[in-house]
């Protein structure tokens, strides 16, 4: 009974120390993890981390000007609202059945409502609604 649980842990001993030893490989420290990647992959890792560096948006608000089944309203509107408000970002967006024409990247609430107050004198239909923002 010893010799055989003496010859087990011999031939386990044995054939992980030849495990290890294949390849040059052996453990270089503890808790060392080395991942060996293709070029494309790692290509493609870092233009993720890139991308996830420059494009920070954030939950806040922005002013909904106005909404429509034509594009036609909405880029008259976005016209005049890049003229009257150039210190805001318009976005002009596609949401099927609808465009949307929203203005601004606010994250806190009284500085929405100081612009909205400027806003809805030129355009009675706008609104505050919640989005995904960007920051600077």
């Given at each position: 009974?010893?010799?055989?649980?003496?010859?087990?842990?011999?031939?386990?001993?044995?054939?992980?120390?030849?495990?290890?030893?294949?390849?040059?490989?052996?453990?270089?420290?503890?808790?060392?993890?080395?991942?060996?990647?293709?070029?494309?992959?790692?290509?493609?890792?870092?233009?993720?981390?890139?991308?996830?560096?420059?494009?920070?948006?954030?939950p806040?608000y922005?002013?909904?000007?106005?909404?429509?089944?034509?594009?036609?309203?909405?880029?008259?509107?976005?016209a005049?609202?890049?003229?009257?408000?150039?210190?805001?970002?318009v976005?002009?967006?596609?949401?099927?059945?609808?465009?949307?024409?929203?203005?601004?990247d606010?994250?806190?609430?009284?500085d929405?409502?100081?612009?909205?107050?400027?806003?809805?004198?030129?355009?009675?239909?706008?609104?505050?609604?919640?989005?995904?923002?960007?920051?600077?």
């Amino acid at each position: 009974m010893r010799f055989g649980l003496l010859f087990l842990l011999g031939t386990f001993l044995f054939i992980s120390q030849n495990a290890l030893a294949q390849d040059g490989m052996s453990p270089k420290q503890e808790g060392y993890l080395e991942i060996i990647a293709e070029p494309e992959v790692e290509a493609l890792n870092n233009k993720y981390l890139y991308l996830g560096q420059t494009e920070s948006k954030v939950p806040g608000y922005r002013i909904q000007i106005m909404q429509a089944m034509k594009s036609e309203p909405v880029l008259q509107a976005k016209a005049k609202c890049a003229r009257k408000f150039s210190a805001h970002k318009v976005y002009y967006t596609y949401d099927q059945p609808d465009f949307k024409l929203r203005i601004g990247d606010f994250t806190d609430r009284f500085d929405v409502y100081k612009a909205f107050s400027k806003i809805k004198k030129e355009f009675s239909g706008a609104f505050i609604v919640r989005d995904l923002v960007n920051i600077k």
